[in-house]
């Protein structure tokens, strides 16, 4: 399966709820140019991550709002599965949720934010219960993650075990926590054998968004490579085959000896 990641760039000022339509419009267009199934956007893509409480929940819509049907309408006109970031309203809640849509236009996964970041989340969002949440695409079962969740690794290892293969995780990484891209993302996806796809957002500003959106393999080596305003990656079920043979973990764990780490 081929799949794409969008890191947009974070635009002080910019409205970016008001034209994230019009540019994933465009950016999907260029995913399906370059064959891929799957397109990838950062945590919060619709709206943007850093607003504030009264933002945030000025721009939070419901899972079935309009929001969703217009980008249901980008996936089935491109032939394209989107996974999206936005402001969930659930009665007097809100959750910061991804969508997984279908090429077809079909939410087949809503996951909302498991383990919340520091006051920027707590004071804004309601965490949500689900840690599990899959749906297969491509031949691949996708397993999807927020951002701050990836840093516990109980998080992946449950995704492993459930039978997740591909791992999509939207992103909004600022400075200087580069460490988690570079290092922490690669060893979850070798100590518990799927691929991830990690998106974010970029900012040139000293403390703004990192970037290094990447795409891992079950082997802990990079996969994408850079397409336009894309990266784009290749993943192939031998891989993961492959890599649980070599190294074993999953064969070889002994849970009756972990307690309540399972």
């Not at 635009?11 to 260029?30: C, K, N, P, Q, W």
Request: with cysteine; charged share 20%.
């Amino acid at each position: 399966m081929r799949i794409a990641c969008w890191q947009p760039d974070w635009v002080a000022g910019r409205s970016h709820h008001d034209d994230f339509l019009s540019r994933l419009t465009e950016v999907a267009a260029a995913a399906s140019g370059a064959g891929a199934s799957l397109l990838v956007t950062p945590e919060m893509s619709a709206t943007g991550y850093h607003l504030g409480r009264a933002r945030t929940v000025e721009l939070a819509q419901p899972a079935d709002g309009p929001l969703t049907a217009a980008v249901a309408a980008i996936a089935a006109r491109h032939g394209l599965a989107i996974v999206y970031g936005w402001p969930e309203r659930a009665g007097d809640t809100v959750h910061n949720s991804v969508h997984l849509v279908d090429a077809d236009g079909t939410v087949t996964a809503r996951y909302r934010k498991t383990h919340l970041y520091g006051e920027i989340d707590r004071s804004v969002f309601t965490a949500g219960d689900d840690l599990v949440v899959q749906a297969k695409l491509g031949g691949l079962t996708v397993g999807l993650l927020v951002c701050y969740d990836i840093e516990f690794p109980e998080t992946v290892r449950a995704h492993t075990l459930a039978g997740t293969e591909l791992l999509v995780v939207p992103t909004a990484l600022v400075r200087p926590w580069e460490f988690v891209a570079r290092t922490l993302v690669p060893a979850r996806a070798f100590e518990s054998q799927l691929f991830i796809a990690y998106v974010n957002w970029h900012s040139p500003s000293p403390d703004g968004y990192c970037g290094l959106s990447t795409v891992v393999g079950p082997d802990g080596a990079a996969r994408a490579r850079q397409s336009g305003p894309l990266l784009i990656a290749d993943l192939d079920r031998d891989a993961l085959t492959a890599a649980r043979r070599v190294t074993p973990y999953l064969a070889d764990r002994r849970p009756g000896l972990y307690g309540g780490a399972r």
